[in-house]
């Protein structure tokens, strides 16, 4: 099912579930009296019954036309048709007392019941309050099983970051929802309508639940711990046959031979347990960086001992558990302290919905589209509030409370640099009695939160690595058993307890290793290897690629990680499997969009990805991988990151790249993923589409014919699938008496007009560069074809005319759009009422303002 139709299915089918709720309230209310005459109570601006069938008949209406065979769907048109005729019995009823009561509309509605007695309609009145009260039991199964998987779909889209979903209509759909709740408040005590409400009432509470999720997730939340998840169980499955990995952490660890080491886990493991058994407290793992202490974390905070341990430290066996993993390499809010109370206050809230009443805020912030608003727009002090507050009530009510948080040293927000204000966080949770396990390299920093036990983790890991590169030995197959023992012993004492320096290690070796290395040559280069980390990663990149070609294209992917960074961008392995093909030919996205049918399978996708993945190991295999979960380029490790973004290892890979185009490359590489992977109304999100044109713009890359473009164009771009009056982007600054020229209000308005007319043709028609966009009206017949596009085009200029004065070049393309838009006019189409509407409305709200502004040009 396409995104559009899932979406419009959700919130028509809703509506009308909702509006079956309030009739039939409003029906059981007639039955009782105490209304006022024809008219329903607790609805928006009172409504007459015959208003109320007809919203029953415009919403089955608009239903009709979503998917026919959906079974869902016939039965609650199947409902609603018979609603409609129980509707029109009532509708006779009310008409016939209409024309037989003096009093008129404004008389006492005294029920159903004595109206009908006073009509001789008692036995019909009868049968119709039997009849509604039989779809009473309907109207709930159909909520349960029909409209709450709807609302989650719906729900769904809201989240996918490809999708804009128009929020102020979900709004109005649980708006529509809460009308009915109002209703059914009214009914009594009638045991059914009271089920009703209860059901209505769970899925309002399940709805807002969703949005202040929502508000509270950003933007890669869940990556760097989705990463850590993902190497875990990777090296779970690897190193199980071989012992584990970390298994002196709650038991014996077989592989280790020495006495003082195997003491030194025996005290750190029962350092832990007893942490574990404490009311409070903080155990601090610290270790120098790729000694694997992300990896640690995740293990001890996901390991069944832990949950087990904690719940017998809580009253009420019920433990409030939560993770966060700064990360520099994700960026954004994932870096920050801010990030870090929004991710520990969106899984609290996630597990504990009860705690919803407890935020502290109010219903206007909490309805808020951001969490910039709450608090008064300050929402450092308002999540920190929230956030504490609940802890202190939950640690009082006898509940455990434990915080994992991963990367102290990553906490890196521009606006307050150092670690003052984390640690005076940390400290006042170790103040309220939460107990915290935390994690960072060696900085004395953090000797401040006067940690209850420490854990030098570089100290532990020498077994660990040992199974690591006997897992690796017995996947090569062609190792003497002497040259694999000097390997196993070696490797792991040199690495110093570096896993990033073994896995780089490992890479070499597999170089020069054979069934016919001997165990001195081994010995020899394990001896030359260097000892430092960044020796060893300069080492790697004398290696990279393979011969001159490879080289060039190593280089190169290493440079477009940097450019994928700057821009904000992301590339998949699908389109980095074009990377031979751009080499090739640097045009051949255009022949990939005429082809792309027979390449937009998923085995081929799948077999693509495969291979691109072996490509990308082969050459940049310790420098870049790719992610478990959306399979996008990243960095191994920022280590990684840091030493390849150093002026002179960054001229060297400019050296090695030949003069490769990097823009143009990455962008068509991009370009090709979307072309294969925007399928079943899936869209690039705003930005993304901004930041890839942004590539083309600074680099100058696009000259006539414009492929790129033209392809770019073609693709499904981001749609709002319940698209909000547009009028609302000029509308924002109605009341501030800002005139066009006004260089920020400009600014605003033109960016919110990048992000609603979201496509390169616009988005360079805002930007006042109409080489692409003239080229296009007067090369492409297909182009501006529909009344739609036409109108959107008009909306547009109509726009960014009030928001800057116009130049001659503005001037020369309205008059050549004015040109297309009359030829389209002349050849008879024209222009339905509704667009006519739209129009007009957004000339008037310009005109009104230029009055009220008088402003030349």
Request: charged letters at 25%.
């Amino acid at each position: 099912m396409s995104t559009l139709r899932v979406a419009t299915e959700a919130v028509q089918a809703t509506a009308l579930a909702s509006r079956i709720i309030c009739f039939l309230a409003f029906t059981a209310d007639l039955f009782h009296g105490a209304q006022e005459t024809y008219q329903i109570g607790g609805l928006v601006d009172r409504k007459t019954v015959g208003d109320a069938i007809g919203d029953l008949s415009d919403a089955h209406n608009n239903l009709k036309g979503c998917n026919t065979s959906n079974p869902d769907n016939k039965d609650l048109r199947r409902l609603v048709r018979e609603i409609a005729e129980l509707s029109s019995r009532l509708l006779n009823i009310i008409t016939e007392f209409e024309e037989a009561e003096a009093k008129g509309r404004e008389a006492t509605w005294p029920g159903l019941l004595v109206v009908g007695q006073s009509l001789c309609r008692e036995k019909e009145v009868l049968q119709l309050k039997d009849d509604i009260q039989c779809y009473q039991d309907r109207v709930i199964a159909m909520l349960t099983s029909f409209v709450r998987p709807m609302v989650d779909k719906l729900m769904g889209l809201m989240s996918d970051r490809n999708v804009i979903t128009g929020y102020s209509d979900i709004q109005d759909v649980v708006k529509s929802l809460n009308e009915g709740i109002s209703a059914c408040t009214r009914m009594h005590g009638d045991i059914q309508f009271q089920h009703l409400l209860r059901v209505q009432q769970e899925e309002l509470e399940r709805i807002r639940k969703f949005r202040i999720l929502n508000i509270l997730e950003y933007d890669r939340m869940r990556h760097r711990r989705n990463e850590i998840q993902g190497q875990l169980a990777k090296i779970e499955e690897e190193l199980t046959p071989y012992g584990g990995i970390f298994p002196w952490a709650f038991g014996v660890d077989e592989d280790e031979v020495g006495d003082e080491d195997q003491m030194l886990k025996y005290r750190v493991r029962d350092d832990f347990a007893d942490w574990l058994a404490s009311e409070g407290g903080t155990f601090y793992v610290r270790g120098k960086p790729g000694s694997g202490k992300s990896i640690l974390m995740e293990y001890l905070f996901s390991h069944p001992t832990t949950k087990r341990e904690l719940e017998k430290r809580s009253n009420c066996n019920k433990v409030i558990s939560l993770a966060h993993f700064f990360s520099t390499l994700t960026g954004g809010d994932q870096q920050t302290l801010t990030g870090l109370r929004r991710t520990l206050l969106h899984d609290l809230i996630d597990q504990h919905p009860n705690f919803i009443s407890d935020l502290g805020l109010s219903e206007a912030e909490l309805d808020d589209k951001s969490i910039t608003h709450w608090g008064g727009g300050n929402a450092r002090n308002a999540l920190s509030s929230a956030l504490d507050g609940i802890i202190g009530k939950a640690i009082k009510s006898g509940t455990c409370v434990c915080l994992f948080i991963d990367g102290l040293d990553e906490n890196k927000d521009p606006n307050q640099p150092g670690h003052d204000d984390l640690i005076i966080q940390l400290k006042a949770w170790q103040d309220l009695g939460v107990k915290l396990c935390v994690a960072s390299r060696e900085d004395p920093a953090f000797e401040h939160l006067r940690p209850q036990k420490i854990m030098t983790l570089h100290q532990l890991t020498y077994s660990d690595m040992k199974r690591s590169v006997t897992q690796w030995l017995h996947q090569l197959e062609d190792v003497s058993p002497e040259t694999a023992e000097i390997l196993e012993r070696d490797m792991p004492a040199r690495s110093g307890g570096d896993f990033l320096w073994l896995a780089l290690a490992k890479k070499d070796a597999r170089r020069w290793l054979s069934a016919q290395t001997d165990v001195e040559f081994a010995q020899l280069v394990l001896g030359d290897m260097p000892p430092t980390l960044e020796g060893i990663l300069s080492k790697a990149l004398d290696s990279i690629g393979d011969g001159k070609h490879g080289q060039m294209k190593t280089s190169s992917t290493l440079l477009m990680m940097r450019l994928l960074e700057t821009y904000n961008l992301d590339l998949d392995l699908t389109g980095y499997s074009f990377l031979d093909a751009y080499f090739r030919d640097p045009q051949f996205a255009d022949r990939l969009y005429k082809s792309r049918l027979e390449l937009s399978d998923e085995a081929t996708q799948s077999s693509r990805a495969v291979s691109a993945r072996r490509r990308l190991a082969t050459l940049c295999g310790g420098f870049v991988e790719t992610s478990r979960d959306s399979q996008h380029l990243k960095y191994t490790h920022r280590l990684t990151k840091g030493f390849l973004q150093r002026v002179d290892i960054h001229q060297r890979l400019l050296d090695l790249s030949k003069g490769c185009n990097i823009g143009d490359m990455t962008s068509n590489l991009i370009l090709a993923s979307k072309i294969l992977t925007l399928t079943d109304g899936r869209t690039m999100p705003a930005t993304e589409v901004q930041q890839l044109l942004q590539i083309r713009i600074d680099g100058a890359l696009d000259k006539k014919s414009y492929t790129f473009l033209n392809i770019f164009d073609s693709l499904p771009l981001p749609i709002d699938l319940l698209k909000p009056s547009r009028t609302g982007i000029t509308d924002e600054d109605r009341n501030k008496n800002h005139s066009r020229n006004d260089s920020k209000t400009a600014s605003l308005g033109l960016k919110l007009m990048e992000e609603l007319y979201c496509s390169p043709f616009c988005i360079l028609t805002l930007k006042s560069m109409y080489e692409y966009p003239s080229w296009k009206l007067q090369n492409d017949p297909a182009y501006l074809n529909t009344e739609e596009e036409i109108f959107y085009l008009t909306d547009l200029l109509t726009a960014r005319a009030f928001y800057r004065k116009l130049e001659e070049p503005d001037l020369q393309f309205i008059r050549l759009f004015l040109q297309r838009r009359r030829k389209f006019f002349e050849s008879g189409i024209r222009c339905c009422p509704a667009h006519y509407e739209q129009r007009q409305n957004r000339y008037l709200l310009l005109f009104r303002k230029q009055t009220k502004q008088p402003t030349s040009g």
